[in-house]
């Protein structure tokens, strides 16, 4: 099993310009989840879904867009991209998303805006 | 509402010697509770969790945590520290109130040899 792959792994954007994050899992895992890490802040919840079809906003949902089409994957689309999401981004995945659940984690997207 | 306090930014302890990360929660709920690695540059880990059953939980290289309901404490220790657990820890809350997680600010814990 590959787990959880993300790609690319670094990307640099200019102002204004979009993109999108990739995000795949081969473990049948119903939910998904984007998350982005910022110094001292630890991860803050951007968009998640719990099966083909179904996503909700998290914490921190403003300049993103996400959808479900397949359970095996989950892309994050920076819509017009802004200095403020420079940032190291995460997917993650889980069984189920219940609160029990162990997530596991991709090894993460690199974004610089200028 | 669930929040999580990771006490300490940054940790700092001599190989071999012992090793605790201080953690705090709140939840409206009885709580899951995790604590995920970060190796530099590297995606998380899972090292252990907790959810409602034996207090003490023992997880991936030798780490373990210990959950106090009266102190909303959920502490990770390791007996001795190497050299290989420079990295940052972060302790996560998660509760029945809907599929969100809240992750901490996250520890940095560096070994000096």
């Known amino acids: 099993n590959a787990g959880v792959t993300q790609t690319p792994k670094f990307q640099v954007l200019k102002t204004g310009q979009s993109m999108t994050l990739q995000c795949a899992q081969d473990?049948?895992?119903?939910?998904m989840s984007w998350y982005r890490q910022d110094p001292g802040m630890g991860l803050r919840l951007i968009h998640y879904?719990?099966?083909?079809?179904?996503?909700d906003q998290g914490e921190v949902p403003n300049g993103y867009n996400v959808s479900r089409s397949t359970t095996e994957d989950f892309p994050l689309r920076l819509l017009s991209a802004a200095p403020s999401q420079t940032s190291v981004y995460f997917c993650?995945?889980?069984?189920?998303?219940?609160?029990?659940?162990?997530?596991?984690f991709g090894p993460g997207t690199r974004l610089t805006v200028l | 509402a669930q929040s999580v306090t990771q006490l300490d930014s940054h940790v700092s302890v001599s190989e071999g010697t012992p090793v605790l990360l201080r953690c705090n929660y709140s939840?409206?709920?009885?709580?899951?509770l995790f604590w995920y690695v970060q190796h530099p540059n590297k995606g998380l880990q899972l090292l252990l969790k907790?959810?409602?059953?034996?207090?003490l939980v023992k997880g991936i290289n030798g780490f373990e945590a210990e959950f106090k309901k009266s102190e909303t404490s959920f502490h990770l220790t390791k007996p001795s520290a190497h050299m290989s657990d420079a990295a940052e820890y972060f302790c996560?809350?998660?509760?029945?109130?809907?599929?969100?997680?809240?992750f901490g600010a996250g520890t940095r814990l560096f070994v000096k040899a």
């Open positions: 993650a995945s889980s069984d189920s998303g219940t609160y029990t659940d162990t997530q596991y």
């Open positions: 473990m049948n895992h119903e939910y």
């Open positions: 879904s719990v099966g083909a079809g179904i996503t």
């Open positions: 939840s409206s709920y009885s709580p899951s």
């Open positions: 907790y959810t409602s059953a034996a207090t």
């Open positions: 996560v809350v998660s509760d029945r109130g809907g599929f969100k997680t809240i």
